[in-house]
């Protein structure tokens, strides 16, 4: 909401709860009676701070003293107004309508000691909300980290003023001379009530509000003469290094006593390998491989021949048995008819001409291997033989016998 | 993640030279913030010869050598330091220029959003920091051979969150935030400022001016 949104809500406010905002001003005690059909009007009003919960007073609602000087203004109201800006003004006007009140009183004058009182009870009223908005102004100020101006500069000169302005609210709450109130209104209660109780509760909450400012100030203040320290720093040493382009600090690592600030330890690698299934190195792995394809690849012209891809006709080739499968299967045929065993050495006699005879045993046993299941359950190969003495793994076969199954 | 998990990685990244804060790891910042955790990383790192270190506002966390007698530790130490003061010209350079180009009066502090875009359009139409820029790729830590200040612009981010002064915010973002790295470099440069007696260049040069003028 901007600020031209949120000055038509409070004043639509004021026009809203008009009737109850003036019953509570002529009152006298400028009090709002907290009934039913009151209870969202006070609390829009104490929501948009034109009241407030008196806690230091029963917890009852009333009228901001700012409401009040607004129809006293408008309305020319008649009122010994004695808060200043100035705390010690305001404070010699309060002790001025005490003892004026304690005169009245004493003289019988009913009429004038319950108007003095009236005012009196005004006066402290809005000298305890005037150092209670002092308080709070400050804060607002610190909570919005002097969020106006964004110049460091700006933001130092504000902290200076807030300083000043919590040291200066400060210095005037000591002179508040407390010790002759206490005795001004030590024979009447209800001066008692104002005096002895409310003013002081406001002045050590002020007090305590402020103390904490300053210390948030002073924090604050430090924070930011260290970012104007290190700006200085950076733009004088930009200026060094462009007067003095050779410029080197001295080596203090040669130093017997090395400064703390070199003790810097010196990366060691800790990962070896790497993991290619960890999704957080999904980035390193992308730049890597965005990397290859940097690399342009080599000028090779590709030269090529279509082939044609259409299956006009279909040709079924036969194909022909070689002479030693020839061979080899009239062997396993001759096992199968004739039910016996042959030796694969014997069987050399039927293999062709100029073949040999470890490719011969070969060409039986992979012609076995290469049966289908039912083919081979037909016949058993077996290869008598022995083990060799030393090398007990090897075995030497003496030779490939086809039995039938 | 298990407690052993998290120790394991803040160890790790301590040993290979990472700044721990909350801007560049809050997990491992927030594990080391507390009491506990944070001695049993410093106990484990005693027991290799080195130690926790935090810079002086305690936001930022670093491996440092516990003792530095044995002379291999000394040349260690050398070669680290060199490394830093190395790149203290190129990131001094930087700071001036990100605070000129974005008219602060503060240099960028840990926590500080830097925006690739913000720079580059202010970059575009000054030709003066164009000029900055192009003294910072010359040589040294962000040394390119590119032309283009928006090259040299991303040439120089990315070396600043290679080194660890930025962490991006998303792996698509130009956005960034600069680390508590910055924090122990504004150590090193106020170390460096006391003890070379740096003097106020500009105010040398105007007093020069002024007495010139008045002879």
Known sequence: ?405 | MSEVDQLTIIVEQLLAGRFICEFSDNTSYEYLSKDAYRQGVDSFLQRIGRRLKTTDDKSTYYCAYASIHANERRADVRRQFRETINTLEPLCRWLKLVMSALQRDASLQPGDVVRHGELLSVLEVSPALIDDLSIIVRSGLFATKRDAAKDQLNHVINGLVEQGYLVRHSPTSSVYTATGKWGYLYEVLEFVHTHETIADESSVEASTEQRDLSL
């Open chain 1, 1 to 405: 909401m901007n600020s031209t949104n949120a000055g038509i809500k409070v004043l639509r406010a004021l026009a809203k709860h008009a009737e109850i905002i003036t019953l509570a001003y002529e009152s006298g005690n400028n009090q709002i009676p907290e009934r039913m059909d009151t209870t969202k009007a006070i609390e829009e009003l104490i929501r948009l701070r034109l009241a407030i919960r008196d806690e230091s007073h029963g917890g009852v609602v009333r009228l901001n003293s700012t409401v009040k000087n607004l129809m006293d203004y408008s309305l020319k109201t008649i009122r010994l107004k004695m808060v200043n800006v100035d705390i010690g003004e305001a404070v010699d006007g309060i002790l001025f309508l005490a003892e004026a009140y304690n005169k009245a009183k004493n003289a019988g004058a009913n009429a004038d000691s319950a108007k003095y009182l009236n005012d009196l009870d005004s006066n402290v009223v809005e000298l305890c909300d005037s150092l209670t908005d002092q308080a709070r102004d400050i804060w607002r100020q610190i909570d919005s980290d002097f969020g106006s101006v964004s110049l460091l500069s700006g933001k130092i000169a504000l902290n200076k003023n807030a300083l000043n302005k919590v040291q200066r609210i400060l210095k005037s709450l000591e002179l508040i001379d407390l010790e002759t109130m206490h005795k001004l209104s030590s024979r009447d209660s209800e001066m008692r009530k104002l005096l002895h109780v409310r003013l002081p509760d406001a002045i050590d909450s002020c007090r305590r509000d402020l103390s904490d400012a300053i210390h948030r100030l002073n924090r604050m203040m430090f924070k930011l003469n260290q970012l104007a320290a290190r700006a200085r720093m950076v733009s004088q040493m930009v200026d060094h290094y462009a007067l003095n382009p050779s410029f080197e600090p001295e080596d203090y690592t040669q130093r017997l006593d090395i400064p703390g600030i070199c003790h810097v330890a010196y990366p060691i690698p800790v990962m070896g390998m790497v993991d290619i299934s960890n999704q957080n190195m999904e980035i390193e792995f992308s730049d890597i491989i965005g990397g290859l394809r940097n690399e342009p690849p080599p000028d090779e012209r590709q030269e090529f021949t279509r082939i044609t891809t259409s299956l006009d006709e279909q040709v079924t080739e036969q194909l022909q048995w070689g002479e030693i499968q020839e061979a080899i299967r009239e062997v396993f045929l001759a096992c199968l008819s004739d039910g016996r065993t042959i030796s694969g050495i014997d069987s050399f006699l039927l293999a062709p001409k100029d073949t040999d005879l470890m490719l011969w045993l070969y060409a039986l046993i992979t012609t076995f291997n290469a049966m289908s299941e039912a083919e081979q359950a037909l016949f058993t190969l077996d290869y008598p033989g022995e083990f060799d003495p030393v090398f007990t793994a090897n075995y030497h076969a003496r030779d490939v016998i086809l039995c039938p199954a």
